[in-house]
């Protein structure tokens, strides 16, 4: 009663930011969202009947405060009657610092969960189901670029194109390692209760998706990358607007967006996305790829840099 799985995160270039069911965690608007392939998250599971309590390792270490997030999870795919759980999570890349770690995670261990208990789950059951534990984690379910639809009662992802049928590459520019003081779930709330931009938002994301997916089919990366920052800022000004203001930014957040700027004025073909967190991300053409990571590595306040290129879905992996 074991399986491992690996899922990549996602990085949302039509954002989801707050939830019209918490409960359900069902998003109030739909997303757009590329998978990358470099990052990953790895999780095992097994079940045994002789364990007294279910147990969390992630890179090694026992993770109480995630645990009853994981449980939760477990008890939806398999059962709350199912045998108590050993789970091991391995992460190549900071974990709750706005890089979509939950969103792999709760990817790769829907899958690993369904298949140690034996069922067999098509792959939209298993998104909604990693869905209720993330809001983004259904995505990392599919490959390339990927639609999450805000269906009346539930959610519906696709893939809207390959990886390989739009190869870009992603630098991200790592501006703090630390985990962030406040939670996605948590800011989320925060802003629709109190952000006087945020019924705007939801009203003017029906636009910026329709726009996102022309450009995608068209690879018309001038577009995608005016909208893509364009809701990016969006979804921070709402944030900067709740009280109290939620504000994930750092002086080398804003430094990245210069050396951005400077980029695209000597037509470098890039653009910025940043989530929840502090994070710089720089969508770029293939070939500018080595220009975007030098200016970010050399911009003053990054600690680190990783490229990738974009990746498949969530998948099993042989546990033996």
């Given at each position: 009663m074991q399986g491992t799985a690996i899922a990549q995160p996602n990085i949302a270039l039509i954002k989801y930011w707050g939830k019209r069911d918490v409960a359900r965690n069902l998003p109030a608007v739909g997303s757009i969202s590329i998978t990358l392939r470099e990052l990953f998250t790895r999780m095992h599971v097994e079940f045994d009947h002789s364990l007294p309590a279910d147990?969390?390792?992630?890179?090694?270490?026992?993770?109480?405060?995630?645990l009853p997030r994981i449980v939760d999870c477990l008890d939806r795919v398999v059962g709350a009657d199912r045998p108590c759980a050993r789970i091991a999570s391995t992460c190549n890349f900071p974990i709750a610092a706005?890089?979509?770690?939950?969103?792999?995670?709760?990817?790769?261990?829907?899958?690993?969960?369904?298949?140690?208990?034996?069922?067999?789950?098509?792959?939209d059951t298993l998104a909604t189901l990693a869905g209720r534990a993330s809001g983004s984690a259904a995505r990392s379910l599919f490959g390339g670029f990927v639609e999450l639809q805000n269906l009346e009662d539930d959610i519906r992802c696709r893939t809207i194109a390959r990886a390989d049928d739009w190869p870009l590459s992603v630098?991200?520019?790592?501006?703090?390692?630390?985990?962030?003081?406040?939670?996605?779930?948590?800011?989320?709330?925060?802003?629709?209760?109190?952000?006087?931009?945020?019924?705007?938002?939801v009203e003017q994301q029906a636009h910026d998706l329709e726009t996102a997916r022309t450009a995608i089919a068209a690879r018309d990366f001038e577009q995608l990358a005016a909208i893509a920052e364009h809701n990016c800022l969006k979804m921070h000004s709402i944030m900067w607007a709740a009280r109290p203001p939620m504000v994930y930014w750092n002086a080398a957040t804003m430094r990245c967006l210069q050396t951005v700027r400077q980029l695209q004025g000597q037509g470098i073909g890039v653009f910025f996305t940043i989530d929840a967190g502090p994070q710089v991300k720089a969508v770029c053409l293939p070939e500018h790829v080595d220009d975007v990571e030098a200016a970010l590595r050399?911009?003053?306040?990054?600690?680190?840099?990783?490229?990738?290129?974009?990746?498949?879905?969530?998948?099993?992996?042989?546990?033996s």
């Open positions: 147990a969390l390792q992630v890179n090694g270490a026992a993770d109480d405060k995630m706005g890089l979509a770690s939950s969103a792999s995670a709760f990817a790769a261990v829907t899958v690993a969960a369904a298949r140690a208990a034996g069922r067999v789950l098509d792959v630098v991200v520019a790592i501006t703090e390692k630390g985990p962030k003081a406040v939670g996605s779930t948590e800011a989320m709330e925060i802003s629709r209760q109190t952000s006087p931009f945020y019924s705007s938002w050399a911009t003053a306040g990054v600690t680190g840099i990783m490229t990738t290129g974009l990746g498949g879905g969530a998948r099993l992996e042989d546990s």
